[in-house]
């Protein structure tokens, strides 16, 4: 079974709409990270949490890591075409540095 | 600061060829790693270099991948004999004190 679980597998919005992509461990987290990646390009790096109840946010984007470690929410404030994209969570469970086991990715569309 | 490089961006070969992929890492990265993303798939760590030396290759299929990273700078990726099921994107990425990694825009292997 899949280790990080990301809901919804794909999401389609209206420009303006605000949005909310989850990522659910089966495991205690040590830290989750959050990248997007365009098609056929790299990932690009967002966010890190890594205390419970920990929130963070990088302009209209907000991430938040639940006070049990196991689940984290990014949230998307009035959306706009350039956040179209594949979004991806990456899991720490206390391997190596850096060693990051990744979720499927949330395929995000924005429609003007 | 120049990015993570990684060359060449699009390969096609035949099964039971051999290639090889090349990563440059961000200048003073000490740790680098390779990632296989399949179509649909979060990426999923090969290899994780720090230095020269190798710090996880759990996940490697040693019979037919192969890297090193010769110096602590430059790596490379090789697959001998390729299969089909080969057919990926492979990122390279790098760390230094920072916890997160940056990503390069990845090869894009295809095995027919």
């Known amino acids: 079974s899949q280790e990080l679980e990301q809901s919804p597998q794909s999401l389609i919005v209206q420009e303006g709409k605000n949005l909310t992509i989850n990522c659910t461990s089966s495991?205690?987290?040590?830290?989750l990270y959050w990248y997007k990646q365009k098609y056929g390009e790299g990932l690009i790096f967002l966010m890190m949490?890594?205390?419970?109840?920990e929130e963070k946010s990088h302009e209209k984007i907000t991430a938040k890591l639940d006070e049990k470690k196991q689940q984290s929410s990014l949230h998307i404030t009035a959306s706009q075409p350039s956040h179209a994209g594949i979004y991806l969570c990456?899991?720490?469970?206390?391997?190596?540095?850096?060693?990051?086991?990744f979720g499927k990715g949330t395929k995000l569309s924005v429609k003007p | 600061e120049a990015g993570v490089a990684q060359s060449p961006r699009y390969k096609i070969i035949e099964k039971r060829q051999s290639v090889a992929f090349w990563c440059n890492p961000i200048?003073?990265?000490?740790?680098l790693y390779w990632y296989q993303q399949i179509l649909g798939q979060g990426p999923k760590l090969l290899i994780q270099?720090?230095?020269?030396?190798?710090?996880?290759d759990s996940q490697l299929p040693k019979d037919r991948f192969s890297a090193e990273r010769l110096k602590g700078v430059d790596s490379t990726l090789k697959i001998q004999p390729a299969k089909l099921e080969d057919s990926a994107v492979y990122l390279c990425?790098?760390?230094?004190?920072?916890?997160?990694?940056?990503f390069g825009q990845g090869t894009r292997l295809t095995v027919v």
């Open positions: 990425a790098s760390s230094g004190m920072a916890v997160e990694a940056f």
């Open positions: 495991k205690t987290l040590y830290g």
């Open positions: 949490l890594q205390k419970g109840g």
């Open positions: 990456g899991a720490d469970y206390g391997g190596s540095q850096g060693n990051l086991i």
């Open positions: 200048s003073g990265h000490a740790t």
């Open positions: 270099f720090q230095n020269n030396g190798v710090v996880d």
